[in-house]
């Protein structure tokens, strides 16, 4: 299908580029951008007056539930969910039933995703057999088989030598291991550490689960040479480590969700479920940490941290209730919010979003790994146009995703997406975009 994409804000923080600009479509490839020759004959045109033509979203953190989990999320509503939110590339964990650690596996879940022609699936293998943390799995064929990384998911690895073997297997052959720092002795609470858990008498996580889990791994890089990708980071005190950490030149990475980016302990209020995550919300100044860290480029990448919850796992109380929140459908609204908020801009809110996840995939991405992210000629045509100056209000019942349950519900948040196009094709259409 030929696209022309007219009378748009062409935003690229990858280039810099922010302007006016015509995009031509052929081919699933994006062919012109600028001037479009009037030779091209387009088979649909979309007017962009108004809106902001950007890359495709890159989310690096999106459970789909699929396979094991599907009375909470179906691959179909949880891949709605992502082009609905402008999501075109997103990154799965393992932490499926069974646990992604066979090649076999990995095959289905993405010859699914295809099928579906909606967003680009690009999953983590299991780094341990079964996320058991005891044996290690064959990580170059689930290479092979299309995997970007290696991950334990929200599941701790307790056994320091079976992380030291993961990471050393890795540097090996130079593939990233994915973890969430967390000690698994120290993080077995509810809630963050502090007078909101007191007060609810909620058993609480402190900061030091995250700090200690931090100096392990890097002990451990410094050993091994391995790159590692830190999974949403929670407080300030394990950002300062990151930060010292790029400062000495180790291959580290990491990212934060845009509930810990937005939210605090305080927002628990009265046990309210829909707050229930991992890693737990903290306090005030760790979420100021977190926001002055994503601006400053400590942190590399924000995440969803999709995770859909079935009603009767969340309508329980506080410390039974299943951790987790839908998240893809909010992910642009909350980015461009917290630009607005800090005052950052537009263009380092998409980069969070875009060009900046892509550099954490790298090379596993393959032949698009040059062109995912961002916007260029003979690159793939995955874009994202959305209206800046649009608000709206959460609403469950309005959301694509099978899980309804999210923080933000009620909120007025800024920016709805108009059309997502992946491949070059239309994969999602606002009921009032006009074209």
Same mark, same amino acid.
């Not at 600009?21 to 045109?45: H, K, L």
């Not at 690096?60 to 009375?71: I, N």
């Not at 932490?95 to 066979?102: F, G, H, I, V, W």
């Not at 009620?410 to 006009?434: H, K, S």
């Given at each position: 299908?030929?696209?022309?994409?007219?009378?748009?804000?062409?935003?690229?923080?990858?280039?810099?580029?922010?302007?006016?600009?015509?995009?031509?479509?052929?081919?699933?490839?994006?062919?012109?951008?600028?001037?479009?020759?009037?030779?091209?004959?387009?088979?649909?045109?979309?007017?962009?007056?108004?809106?902001?033509?950007?890359?495709?979203?890159?989310?690096?953190?999106?459970?789909?539930?699929?396979?094991?989990?599907?009375?909470?999320?179906?691959?179909?509503?949880?891949?709605?969910?992502?082009?609905?939110?402008?999501?075109?590339?997103?990154? =799965?964990?393992?932490?499926?039933?069974?646990?992604?650690?066979?090649?076999?596996?990995?095959?289905?879940?993405?010859?699914?995703?295809?099928?579906?022609?909606?967003? &680009?699936?690009?999953?983590?293998?299991?780094?341990?057999?079964?996320?058991?943390?005891?044996?290690?799995?064959?990580?170059?064929?689930?290479?092979?088989?299309? =995997?970007?990384? %290696?991950?334990?998911?929200?599941?701790?690895?307790?056994?320091?030598?079976?992380?030291?073997?993961?990471?050393?297997?890795?540097?090996?052959?130079?593939?990233?291991?994915?973890?969430?720092?967390?000690?698994?002795?120290?993080?077995?609470?509810?809630?963050?550490?502090?007078?909101?858990?007191?007060?609810?008498?909620?058993?609480?996580?402190?900061?030091?689960?995250?700090?200690?889990?931090?100096?392990?791994? %890097?002990?451990?890089?410094?050993?091994?040479?391995?790159?590692?990708?830190?999974?949403?980071?929670?407080?300030?005190?394990?950002?300062?480590?990151? &930060?010292?950490?790029?400062?000495?030149?180790?291959?580290?990475?990491?990212?934060?969700?845009?509930?810990?980016?937005?939210?605090?302990?305080?927002?628990?209020?009265? %046990?309210?479920?829909?707050?229930?995550?991992?890693?737990?919300?903290?306090?005030? &100044?760790?979420?100021?940490?977190?926001?002055?860290?994503?601006?400053?480029?400590?942190?590399?990448?924000?995440?969803?941290?999709?995770?859909?919850?079935?009603?009767?796992?969340?309508?329980?109380?506080?410390?039974?209730?299943?951790?987790?929140?839908?998240?893809?459908?909010?992910?642009?609204?909350?980015?461009?919010?917290?630009?607005?908020?800090?005052?950052?801009?537009?263009?380092?809110?998409?980069?969070?979003?875009?060009?900046?996840?892509?550099?954490?995939?790298?090379?596993?991405?393959?032949?698009?790994?040059?062109?995912?992210?961002?916007?260029?000629?003979?690159?793939?045509?995955?874009? =994202?146009?959305?209206?800046?100056?649009?608000?709206?209000?959460?609403?469950?019942?309005?959301?694509?995703?099978?899980?309804?349950?999210?923080?933000?519900?009620?909120?007025?948040?800024?920016?709805?997406?108009?059309?997502?196009?992946?491949?070059?094709?239309?994969?999602?259409?606002?009921?009032?975009?006009?074209?």
């Amino acid at each position: 299908m030929k696209i022309l994409i007219k009378n748009g804000r062409l935003v690229d923080p990858a280039t810099g580029r922010d302007g006016a600009a015509d995009v031509a479509i052929a081919a699933g490839r994006i062919v012109t951008i600028g001037s479009v020759s009037p030779d091209f004959q387009a088979d649909r045109s979309l007017d962009a007056t108004g809106l902001v033509v950007a890359p495709g979203l890159v989310d690096l953190a999106a459970r789909l539930r699929e396979p094991g989990y599907e009375h909470e999320g179906m691959l179909e509503s949880e891949m709605a969910a992502a082009v609905a939110g402008g999501v075109t590339s997103l990154v =799965c964990p393992p932490d499926t039933d069974p646990a992604l650690d066979e090649p076999g596996l990995v095959e289905m879940l993405k010859f699914r995703a295809r099928n579906l022609n909606q967003s &680009r699936l690009y999953p983590l293998g299991a780094l341990t057999r079964g996320l058991k943390g005891e044996s290690l799995t064959e990580m170059a064929e689930l290479t092979e088989a299309g =995997c970007v990384g %290696f991950s334990q998911a929200e599941v701790p690895l307790a056994n320091t030598q079976v992380l030291q073997r993961a990471l050393q297997y890795a540097a090996t052959f130079g593939y990233t291991v994915w973890l969430r720092p967390q000690d698994p002795h120290l993080g077995q609470g509810v809630a963050a550490s502090g007078a909101v858990a007191t007060r609810l008498g909620l058993s609480g996580v402190p900061v030091t689960a995250e700090t200690i889990a931090l100096h392990t791994i %890097f002990e451990l890089m410094r050993a091994t040479g391995a790159r590692v990708h830190l999974c949403r980071l929670s407080s300030a005190a394990g950002l300062k480590l990151v &930060r010292a950490a790029k400062d000495e030149g180790l291959p580290v990475s990491c990212d934060v969700s845009v509930n810990h980016l937005h939210l605090t302990d305080l927002d628990i209020g009265y %046990f309210n479920a829909d707050m229930r995550l991992n890693p737990p919300l903290r306090q005030q &100044r760790d979420r100021d940490a977190i926001r002055a860290a994503l601006a400053d480029g400590t942190v590399d990448a924000l995440v969803s941290d999709h995770t859909p919850v079935d009603e009767d796992a969340k309508t329980l109380p506080f410390g039974e209730a299943e951790p987790g929140a839908t998240g893809l459908e909010l992910l642009l609204s909350l980015s461009l919010k917290w630009g607005q908020d800090t005052g950052v801009g537009l263009l380092r809110s998409l980069a969070v979003l875009t060009s900046e996840p892509v550099r954490v995939i790298g090379e596993a991405l393959g032949s698009l790994a040059s062109s995912t992210g961002r916007l260029v000629e003979g690159g793939v045509a995955d874009l =994202c146009l959305f209206d800046p100056g649009a608000r709206w209000q959460v609403a469950p019942a309005m959301l694509q995703s099978q899980g309804k349950h999210t923080p933000f519900t009620g909120y007025e948040l800024p920016g709805r997406v108009r059309w997502t196009v992946v491949a070059g094709q239309v994969a999602f259409e606002a009921r009032d975009a006009a074209a």
